[in-house]
């Protein structure tokens, strides 16, 4: 089954397929000769019950209107693709009729992309930062004969030396402006400070944006800044970034500029130039693929000067687990570093990484994102390199993380599982009703007088969940029996079902939400028994020789 846009938009893709009874690739013949059969078996006039002839109204008009809008290529190619929830947006009437099936999938796509948009412009996008530096040097740079002076045993003294806080919120003003408020606090073995900065941005063109930064704070001073960002070719942008800043000791002002290009599709080249108090040129080179990102770059200036490459794997699991390198060589010294990355929520990604340098030390650092919103805990172990520093950064943190994992991770997404599939079963209780009041619709309406004259014909069907034997209650309570829909669907001493799932069947509804279900069939056809059990969405057609009770004793 092809991957939907989301779950429930996988339901409605199957919807009018399984109701009309037809493969997703189904012609217009063929959508026309099930839909003629469908009319004359659930057509009101044929009931004079004013209950059975509301219930089959009610069948009546949906089948009319699955096939109204399968049967037109101009909506079907937008259902296939959106469900029913597309032919409701606002903006596909407007795609030329007369486009390919392929065309309308691309203009289509570009109206929810420019509607994607203006709902994002409406939103504040809150992000923030929150850093908490931890000094336990005292684990591994301590002498005995200190510790044996020291109050409390000796014990290792592990501190916080340094916390930075920061967030930003985003507040669309127009169509095309938008205010961005973010602020920041600071401190460092007890001084601190913070600042507040106020940016307008403006949408230009397609092409680009401007920007006018203004901020405070009581360390720097007061700041004025422009940044300009433009689309030079389809492969080539350029930034642009000037400020003055209004320091203690007098104006500091500063300058940037970046070009980047896509040297192909994989590969983006970027060359950086700055000028104030850091001035330098950086060249970089950045290949993103699939599986793999590599990094490279070289930069020259004051104070510093240095050469970094960084590799990364990118696992293709369902965790999206990373592991990661680099080494970073310059003035100041070589770190080394190394690292994993995963996902461990819906919106939680956890990575670690261990720092070595000289004369840095070891460091490891903590990386937790849960949506906007990043913690970072950097924990300084010691300023040697003492390899006894270097494994317990390595082996520390995978301990942990698979004790924790083990532990609390897996249960609580078990039993949050667990909660939301309550919720929806909850939650679905109303649809499972209509489900049911039209199945039964569907055997009230039933055209079938005289089926025992059939030369293929439905004898048991049963519809759910199946458990063992012993569970003769339990069965009952998730499996339906779903004998007379099929034999209403059968034609020519035939049945075919689709690759759908068979709850959209007419007379079907879903008797366990979010439990796994198959199709349990004892038939007869020629007078010769025959049964099979069909998954919920495995295409099925009968009569088989391979499925005659007789062959299987």
């Known amino acids: 089954m092809a991957a939907p846009l989301d779950d429930d938009i996988e339901s409605n893709n199957q919807d009018f397929y399984s109701l009309l009874n037809v493969r997703k690739e189904a012609t217009a013949e063929e959508l026309k000769a099930s839909y003629r059969r469908l009319c004359m078996l659930y057509h009101p006039d044929k009931h004079r019950d004013p209950e059975l002839k509301r219930q089959a109204e009610q069948l009546f008009n949906q089948v009319h209107q699955a096939y109204e809008v399968l049967s037109d290529a101009h909506s079907r190619a937008i259902y296939d693709i959106f469900g029913k929830k597309g032919l409701e947006v606002e903006g596909w009437e407007v795609v030329e009729r007369k486009r390919t099936p392929a065309e309308i999938r691309e203009e289509y796509e570009r109206l929810q992309r420019e509607r994607e948009e203006r709902r994002l412009q409406q939103r504040t996008n809150p992000k923030g930062t929150i ?48 205010a961005v408020l973010s602020g920041s606090l600071s401190t460092h073995n007890g001084n601190g400070g913070g600042n507040i900065n106020m940016t307008v941005r403006r949408v230009m063109s397609a092409k680009g ?141 956890l990575s670690a990484t261990v720092s070595i340098g000289v004369p840095q030390g070891v460091t490891l650092k903590i990386k937790l994102a849960r949506a906007n919103q990043t913690y970072l805990f950097p924990v300084h172990l010691t300023d040697q390199l003492l390899p006894s520093a270097v494994f317990y950064a390595t082996v520390g943190p995978l301990l942990v993380y698979m004790a924790v994992h083990r532990l609390i991770v897996i249960p609580y997404t078990q039993a949050q599982k667990e909660q939301e599939l309550e919720l929806q079963r909850k939650s679905s209780a109303t649809d499972i009703a209509k489900k049911k009041q039209e199945a039964e619709s569907a055997v009230s309406t039933r ?103 007789e062959s299987e004793s």
């Open 447 to 549: 055209m079938l007088k005289h089926s025992s004259l059939l030369c293929l014909i439905i004898l048991n069907a049963w519809y759910g969940t199946f458990v063992s034997d012993t569970s003769q209650k339990q069965e009952k309570a998730k499996v339906i029996d779903v004998t007379v829909p099929l034999q209403c669907l059968v034609k020519d001493s035939k049945l075919i079902l689709t690759e759908a799932s068979k709850s959209g069947l007419p007379g079907f509804y879903d008797p366990c939400v979010g439990e796994e279900k198959s199709l349990k069939l004892l038939y007869q056809f020629r007078g010769v028994l025959h049964q099979v059990i069909s998954a919920d969405t495995e295409s099925l057609r009968i009569p088989k020789q391979s499925h005659r009770i």
């Open 131 to 178: 850093s908490v530096g931890v000094d336990a040097t005292d684990l591994f740079d301590r002498y005995d004969e200190d510790f044996e002076e020291m109050p409390g045993g000796g014990f290792p003294h592990i501190e916080i030396n340094k916390m930075h806080i920061s967030q930003s919120i985003e507040a669309p003003l127009t169509n095309s402006d938008t």
């Open 209 to 349: 944006w401007g920007e006018v930064e203004f901020g405070a704070g009581d360390i720097l001073g007061p700041l004025i800044g422009l940044k300009v960002f433009r689309n030079v070719t389809p492969r080539c942008f350029m930034t642009a970034q000037c400020g003055l800043q209004f320091s203690p000791r007098g104006l500091r002002p500063s300058c940037s500029l970046m070009t980047a290009r896509h040297l192909d599709q994989n590969t983006m080249g970027y060359l950086q130039w700055r000028w104030g108090p850091n001035s330098a040129m950086t060249t970089s080179l950045v290949r993103d693929t699939k599986s793999s990102h590599f990094t490279l770059a070289l930069q020259l200036g004051v104070p510093h000067s240095y050469l970094m490459m960084s590799y990364q794997y990118k696992f293709q699991d369902e965790d999206q687990t990373k592991v990661k390198g680099s080494v970073k060589t310059g003035w100041f010294g070589t770190v080394v570093e190394y690292g994993a990355e995963r996902k461990i929520s819906r919106h939680s990604i």
